[in-house]
């Protein structure tokens, strides 16, 4: 389990009822993580204040082996005209800035938050990130994707030795997509962080909290979801949507975000129960089939009528 803390650093998810932490709350579950066993925290300079929160907690994990995964920022400032001197300044910026909130000289991971980032700008933004490790500023790259394209394309790049992309009991378009094979037969030194397990929280929710529209069905899923939870003897949905990640031995982590320490608590619990069987596996994927994009992406999402 790798700690997400997007929601430490800002109002998210539909399926959060607790809001955003305090600082000091938030710093609190960084730390209960940590001695949890958590070895890995998943940030971006997106993610408000998500960096800074996870710097202060640095401050008492000093001697705690702990990586810190960010992004580059998303770069809305830059315009099809910008200069490539200014999209230069701007990438400089933001390691600095992460570099500064983190409290840490060195980056461990820094991720492309956008794939299109790579060819952007005559290519000049991963270049930079290219000249930033070989000054040890970054020790690995990587990408944050969208999509199975967007993988496959990222792969290609022998630098990108980190890999985020969103992967649910639902999503069945990687494997379709042949992204697990690529990872397993040709790229095993890619380190993949699985995140949306929960799909933004809606899996483990009642059908209120799903998006709207017709084409979504969520009493449907839920039933499923709930049908599959007794019939696999596993605890909970949310016990059930991790068990199927965590199957995957093409994925070495999942991205998981808490807001309160009854979440962190039963969700390292969850952790240490067993993961599906192959057999399981396939009764899941047989079951859970088409689920549309409108589903899938929540950037599609309508959540009011």
């Avoid at 399926?15 to 209960?32: D, R, V, Y």
């Avoid at 630098?159 to 040709?186: I, M, T, Y």
Wanted: hydrophobic fraction near 40%; glycine fraction near 6%; include cysteine.
């Amino acid at each position: 389990m790798t700690l997400g803390t997007v929601q430490l650093g800002l109002t998210y998810g539909a399926a959060n009822q607790t809001g955003q932490p305090s600082e000091s709350q938030a710093i609190s579950l960084i730390c209960q993580a940590v001695e949890g066993g958590i070895t890995h925290l998943d940030c971006a300079q997106a993610y408000g204040d998500a960096e800074r929160v996870v710097g202060q907690a640095m401050d008492s994990l000093a001697n705690q082996d702990v990586a810190v995964i960010t992004k580059l920022s998303p770069l809305d400032q830059l315009g099809s005209d910008t200069l490539i001197t200014q999209v230069i300044q701007v990438v400089d910026e933001s390691i600095i800035q992460s570099c500064e909130r983190l409290k840490r000289p060195v980056l461990d991971v820094l991720m492309l938050h956008r794939w299109q980032h790579y060819t952007a700008y005559e290519g000049q933004i991963w270049e930079r990130l290219r000249w930033h490790q070989e000054q040890s500023r970054i020790i690995r790259l990587g990408v944050s994707v969208q999509s199975p394209e967007e993988a496959l394309e990222a792969l290609k790049e022998p630098l990108v030795s980190c890999l985020q992309l969103p992967f649910n009991l639902l999503d069945h378009r990687w494997k379709s997509a042949g992204v697990h094979h690529v990872l397993l037969e040709k790229r095993p030194d890619v380190m993949v962080y699985a995140r949306s397990a929960l799909l933004q929280g809606i899996l483990a929710a009642d059908a209120s909290c799903w998006p709207k529209g017709s084409e979504i069905r969520s009493d449907d899923w839920v039933q499923r979801l709930t049908q599959l939870r007794t019939e696999l003897n596993r605890e909970s949905r949310v016990d059930l949507c991790l068990a199927y990640v965590r199957s995957q031995h093409w994925i070495h982590s999942i991205v998981v975000g808490v807001e309160t320490p009854t979440q962190l608590a039963e969700n390292l619990a969850l952790f240490q129960r067993s993961a599906l069987t192959p057999m399981e596996v396939e009764l899941v994927e047989t079951r859970l089939t088409g689920a549309p994009e409108a589903l899938l992406n929540p950037t599609l999402w309508r959540l009011s009528e």
